[in-house]
């Protein structure tokens, strides 16, 4: 697959894990009472393969893309929205500009297919084409869109990181994606497409039954391919997906940490590890989205969660608000005294 087949993920550095895992018990605590932050800190050595981390500042990439399966009435919101939410993350009054601000992280808003033209000096202007097919009846996309919308991604996520970012978060905004996600998951896993679909933005509870009908009809007729991502991407993906799973492998050849948000993220994650299995390495799982395909992705990802906040958002906002945890775990092992600097007694 053209430039991304070279691509190189670096091994975790163990040795580092290790030394950060010793120091982590010569702490003046309780060997394990700092809980999942020491996993979480002695994981970020492995990556970065620093004995002190460093993940600030964090960059946040937010793609926007449309999606023609809303054609078919699979969303609680009409497609115009995700334009319209453009606008507002350029205005800075998303849920993502505020939290982005409060952990002093550089936003980036990329338009990799939204479907109308937006005209800002701030927005990333990358689009790949006015926002993907309604793959009810045809293929999301053509496999050359699939792979210029990943290389895309790659070469945002390597800017971000030439740009000084330590730690990178992917969100995304699509109306529709939540249909799409499910699809390539269930394309990806064979799981049960039953098990993958919730409400999205919000759509009664009654017509689960119906969306999940349309994710069953459109597999029947696209068969993609489970072991093949640009097969998946290309008949049943979305533009913002490839674009994160292509941001998600730049930061992973980078032993730069990345923190995964809700389901559409997720999924993108598992898209990235059909490209390159190794890329799983560097993410660590900000939270658990309402969204039952979520959990069902995570358990393919092979991590758990920091938070349950039941979010249902996206943009990368479960991300950016589990950073701070990040950031605490980084902190207890640079500025926590030892047990012999502060000359406690050990345990017996
Ligand atoms: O991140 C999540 O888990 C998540 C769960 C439900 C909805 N969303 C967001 O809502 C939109 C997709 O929902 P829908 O109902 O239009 O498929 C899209 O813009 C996502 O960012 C995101
Ligand atoms: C308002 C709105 C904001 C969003 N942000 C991400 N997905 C979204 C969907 C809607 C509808």
Redesign the pocket.
Known sequence: MNRLQGIHIPNLDEKMGMNAEKYVNSLTKPPGSLGRLEEVVIELAKMTGEAFPEISPPGVIVFAADHGITSEG????PQEV?CQMVRNFLNGGAAINVFSRSINARLSIVDIGVSSDIEDENLVKKKVRYGTANFLNEDAMSPDEAVKAIEIGFELGQKMINDGAKCLILG????????TSSAVAAAISGKNIDSLVGI??G?EKNKIPYKQQVIMNALKRRKPAADDPIDVLSKVGGLEIAGMAGAMLAAASNRTPILI?????ATAALVAKLISNQVTDYMILGHR???PG?THVMELLGKKPLLDLEM????GT?AAVAFPILQSAVLMLKEMATFETAQISNKE
């Open positions: 699979v969303s609680a919101f995700t995304e905004m699509g109306i529709g994606n939540t249909t999205g933005t759509i948000d809700g389901f559409i993220c989205s309402v969204e979520h249902r958002l996206g943009e479960g």
